[in-house]
């Protein structure tokens, strides 16, 4: 079964930055897109962005260019998701997705990490 | 973009009621990549439906989907006590990849 583990929580103060990892196994990490999604408090889903293992290639919604790095590290099967300039609306669980055989849908979905921002 | 719009907010049902929820976009969504969710608290969503009709590996066939173009329905046909959750429908037809805001079945 495919397994997507991220790391644990994250604590931060308003303008650090964080980086979430998200590390794959059971499945050839280089031949399925992966996406990071965020969830505010009682909020829904927010797409941010898609990173193709392989070559590494990104995507990010309008929303986040300019803050967010998504990286991977073929080695160790692990994606990675940097936020920079980290304001409170920032505040929110962090998953990653990866995609289905054949079809772009998110069928297999990290446990989500959550990251406060607070001075 | 294409927005998505779902109602009801909230739906109230009783176990072994049926439950219709319903997906609207601003715009048609590309060859049906219309995908529903299912999210209980302190856990990631689960795919429920992909391809607007097609049900992922797993799921109980009381759950169905419907719909094309610009208007998608999801059906639990008979709900169980597992089912009360919150529930988004997705588009993954283009960038970037819009959620709804989400339908809420309460148990009433």
């Known amino acids: 079964q495919v397994q997507l583990v991220q790391s644990g929580a994250e604590v931060k103060k308003p303008g650090a930055s964080v980086k979430v990892s998200c590390k794959s196994s059971?499945?050839?990490?280089?031949?399925?897109?992966m996406h990071w999604v965020r969830q505010a408090p009682g909020q829904g889903l927010e797409w941010m962005g898609i990173?193709?293992?392989?070559?590494?290639?990104?995507s990010y919604a309008q929303k986040f260019q300019g803050r967010v790095t998504m990286t991977r590290d073929t080695s160790t099967s692990t994606v990675y998701m940097e936020l920079s300039s980290l304001r409170s609306e920032d505040t929110a669980v962090y998953y990653c997705?990866?995609?289905?055989?054949?079809?772009?849908?998110?069928?297999?979905w990290g446990q989500g990490t959550p990251v406060t921002v607070s001075s | 973009e294409i927005v998505l719009t779902q109602s009801p907010g909230t739906l109230s049902l009783s176990p072994g009621e049926r439950a219709t929820l319903s997906c609207r976009a601003s715009?048609?969504?590309?060859?049906?990549?219309l995908a529903w969710y299912q999210q209980k608290p302190g856990q990631a969503p689960r795919l429920l439906i992909y391809?607007?009709?097609s049900r992922a590996t797993g799921i109980p066939d009381r759950f169905s989907g419907s719909g094309s173009g610009t208007d998608f329905t999801l059906i639990i046909s008979r709900l169980e006590p597992e089912d009360f959750a919150v529930y988004y429908c997705?588009?993954?037809?283009?960038?970037?990849?819009?959620f709804g805001p989400g339908t809420r079945v309460d148990i009433k």
């Open positions: 059971r499945y050839t990490f280089t031949s399925y897109y």
């Open positions: 997705q588009q993954y037809g283009g960038s970037p990849f819009t």
């Open positions: 997705a990866r995609e289905a055989y054949g079809d772009q849908v998110f069928a297999y």
């Open positions: 391809g607007a009709s």
């Open positions: 990173i193709n293992p392989s070559g590494g290639s990104t």
């Open positions: 715009q048609s969504v590309r060859s049906s990549y």
